[in-house]
C-alpha cells in the first residue's frame, strides 16, 4: 500500500467513527413524542465517510466538520422539493418570529426553482414592496455576488440582515433585456397582516397580505368592525389575497371558517398519521351571507389559495383576478436535537372539489386585465384600485347572486 492511500484510507476510517458518532447524535423528532433516528446502510455512510475524508485532505482550503456536516444535511433536504429546508438554530429563531411577531429583512418571500431564487411575493407595507419587488422576479447576483448556491437557504441568509442597513439586489424580470438593480435599505417587517376599509356604504374591503398566528383573530375584528360601519350588515366584500405567499396553515381554515357555515375547508394526504386530515367549517359567517368577491393573482400562494379554493368550491364566493401560483403541499417544522430544525414537506392538500393545485394554481372564474401594481399599492388607496373597483362592480351586478345560492360558479 502506497504512504498517500494508506494515509487517505486511515483518515477515512477515522472520519467514519466521527460520523457514526455525529449521525447517533443527528436524531429527528418527527412527532412531539417520537424519534427516529437515522440508520444509514454501510455502503452509504462509507460514501460519505470517503466524500469527507476527500475534502478534509485535499480541498483547497480548511473546512470545519460541523459545517461540512451542516451543508451535506442541507443539500440532501433541498434536493427534495423547492419548499423543504434545514434550519440551523438562527434560522429557526427567524422562522419562530416571523410567524409570531416582527423580523428584520426586506420583506419577501421566496422559493427556489430549477436553482434559480424566484420572489413569490413582497410582504404589504415592506420594503421590498416600496422598492418595487414583484412577483416572478428572478434575484439573479445579492450584493454583487451572483447566486451559485442551489440552497436557498444561503441566499435568504445574504438578504437578511439588521435594520438600516443595504442589500443590492439584481433582478430579472420580463420582459426586460436587461437586469434592474435594486438598492433596498432592511427594517423590521411586521407580521401583522390584516387591514380593512369601507370603500362604499355597505361594501367592505379586506385585505390579508399573508398568513401567521395573529391572522384569524385579526381577520374576526376586522369584519366585525365592518359590519358595524354598514350598520349591522354587510351588502358585499372584496377580500384580497393578492400577492399574498401564504403562511400558517391553522390561520387559512380560521380565516375559511370565518366565512362559512359548514363545509369542507380543505383535505389532506401525506404517509404519516399526522400528515393526513380533513378540516371542517364550523357554524357561524361572521359576513351572515354578504357575496364575496376574492381578488388573486400569482402572487397568491400555499394558505391564500386554501382560503381561495375553500371560499371557491363551497359557493360561498367568485373568484377575480389572474391564476394563483400553485403551491399545493404543506410544510411541517420538525425541532430536532440540537436547535436546529427541518421544514419538511409532509402532506398534499386538496380543495373541497378534490382538486390538487400544486404546479397548476387556481383559474378565477373572471379574468381581469393586466395592470402593473405593486405590493403595497393594492391597500395603500384601495378605493382607486383597478382590481378593487372591478370586484366592487361584480359585487353590485346580478352575478354574486349564484355564489349567495349556494351554487358554485362554473370552471373554464
Known sequence: MRPMTRRVTILAALLGCLLGVMLASATLWFTNRDRHSARLPAG?????????????ADYVDDKDDHELMASAVRGMVSDLDPHSEFMDVDEFEDLRIATEGNYSGIGIEV????????????????????????????????????????????????????????????????????????????????????????????????????FSDTTGPDTGRALRALQAQAGGRLRGLVLDLRNNPGGVLDAAVEVSD???????????????????????????????????????????ASAAEIVAGALHDNGRAALLGHKTFGKGSVQTVLPLAHGQALKLTTSRYFTPSGVSIQGRGIQPDVELPAVEVAAGDATGVPGRDADVLAAIAWLKSDRPALVASGAAPVRR
Do not use: C, K, W
Not at 44 to 56: F, M, N, Q, T
Not at 125 to 140: E, K, Q, T
Open 258 to 300: 370565518a366565512f362559512l357555515d359548514h363545509g369542507l375547508i380543505v383535505s389532506a394526504e401525506g404517509r404519516s398519521a399526522e400528515s393526513r386530515f380533513r378540516m371542517e367549517a364550523g357554524t357561524g359567517d361572521l359576513t351572515r351571507g354578504a357575496p364575496i368577491a376574492v381578488l388573486v393573482n400569482e402572487g397568491s
Open 44 to 56: 452509504d455512510a462509507e460514501l460519505l465517510a470517503e466524500v469527507l475524508g476527500r475534502i478534509r
Open 111 to 210: 422559493t427556489l426553482d430549477s436553482g434559480a431564487v424566484i420572489v413569490i411575493s413582497p410582504i404589504d407595507g415592506s420594503p421590498a414592496a416600496r422598492a418595487g419587488i414583484h412577483p416572478g422576479d428572478r434575484i439573479l447576483a445579492i450584493d454583487g455576488h451572483a447566486i451559485a448556491s442551489e440552497v436557498l437557504a444561503d441566499s435568504v441568509e445574504l438578504i437578511r440582515g439588521a435594520p438600516g442597513t443595504v442589500v443590492h439586489l439584481s433582478i430579472g424580470r420580463r420582459p426586460a433585456p436587461v437586469p434592474l438593480e435594486f438598492a433596498i435599505e432592511r427594517a423590521v417587517v411586521s407580521v401583522h397582516s390584516v387591514r380593512h376599509a369601507m370603500l362604499e356604504p355597505g361594501y367592505g374591503y379586506l385585505r390579508i397580505s399573508q
